[in-house]
């Protein structure tokens, strides 16, 4: 019951993550940059905020008490996450939900496994390293998936190529407004490098998910105070961003333009916030129901990419293409998704061994 308690609550999570940018879609009227950071206040600043106020009794105290160290490692890697998650909307924006998630998402669970063990190498500090990967099992399967989720991104970017010569201009920004192969592929690159920078920030805080449960709160929500000092990173990241391209763009009048339906797009930008956080809510109740760390993430991304791509069908995103384009994205799709499985298969071999 336990386990299917916790594939239960990674598919809603994975659903949440797979549909948050779905309300974007219905703000009218103004520029991307608006409607991100106000979204964004919602997922970096305000929800995590009330989501550890009601799990986390005295969870101010605890981040008062902790050391300077462990607060500036945890911003530090929500700054980095933060460049991640700000190319993350840009992906969407270039390349539409099904290619765009399933890009970054391969390239997220593959540069997790990859960046650690590469950084104890260089470091010396102990866990499992580069070096031992390639003498492991475990490791030989991480690298296999890393290999086969560059063939799957290829792939997909075949499938985006052929999209664009083989569909007129105007059916193209019918099903997303500002598809950009080259661009897109490009933030997407970043964004799931950096993107990593989120579990690594989790593990920077761990002392203050300690100190939660210590205090009484339950072990479900102990990173709830560790997310409101990592998303303050993130936070800082996208508004400079924002306000940058506010100005340049001269989109600052959008807040208060009254051309535009200004209820609407403020009530679709505060819930895809808010949808936004629901994914890493319910991520930590599907981990505690799960016995292995690296189960939890690959469901996770799976059920992302599973959403993202049936959102994309559903959305048309690839309505006029031929059919040898369509089984070409469906093949690079289905070859990312098959990547995160061996991913996830090599780290539990790791993690097996490592008990």
Request: aromatic residues 14%; proline residues 2%.
């Amino acid at each position: 019951m336990n386990v299917l308690l916790g594939v239960f609550y990674h598919f809603i999570g994975g659903f949440a993550s797979g549909s948050f940018y779905l309300p974007f879609k219905k703000v009218r009227g103004w520029s991307w940059e608006s409607y991100w950071i106000v979204g964004g206040l919602f997922s970096w600043l305000i929800v995590p905020w009330i989501a550890a106020s009601a799990t986390i009794p005295g969870f101010t105290g605890i981040i008062a008490h902790t050391s300077a160290s462990t607060l500036f490692w945890t911003y530090v890697l929500g700054l980095l996450w933060g460049i991640g998650g700000l190319t993350f909307g840009l992906t969407m924006r270039y390349l539409g939900l099904s290619l765009g998630m399933s890009v970054v998402l391969g390239l997220c669970s593959t540069f997790g496994a990859l960046i650690p063990p590469i950084y104890r190498d260089l470091t010396g500090i102990a866990g499992e390293t580069f070096t031992h990967m390639l003498h492991s099992a475990g490791g030989q399967w991480v690298l296999c998936g890393v290999l086969v989720c560059l063939l799957g991104i290829g792939v997909c970017g075949k499938a985006g190529m052929m999209k664009e010569a083989s569909q007129p201009e105007a059916e193209k920004k019918a099903s997303i407004r500002e598809f950009n192969l080259g661009l897109g592929l490009t933030v997407a690159i970043i964004s799931g490098i950096l993107s990593a920078c989120f579990n690594f920030g989790i593990e920077a805080g761990q002392s203050m998910a300690r100190a939660a449960v210590a205090s009484g709160a339950n072990p479900l929500f102990q990173n709830n105070v560790v997310f409101v000092v990592l998303l303050w990173g993130g936070l800082t990241t996208n508004l400079l961003w924002c306000v940058m391209l506010n100005l340049r763009n001269r989109s600052y009048g959008d807040y208060t333009r009254r051309d535009t339906p200004q209820l609407a797009n403020y009530g679709f930008s505060a819930l895809a916030g808010t949808i936004w956080f629901l994914q890493f809510f319910f991520y930590g109740m599907g981990a505690s129901k799960l016995s292995n760390g690296a189960s939890s993430w690959i469901l996770h991304m799976a059920f992302i990419i599973v959403i993202a791509n049936a959102w994309g069908l559903l959305l048309r995103e690839w309505k006029g293409v031929d059919r040898r384009t369509l089984a070409t994205v469906l093949g690079g799709i289905a070859i990312i998704l098959g990547s995160v499985m061996i991913v996830g298969y090599g780290n539990a071999l790791q993690g097996a061994a490592g008990h």
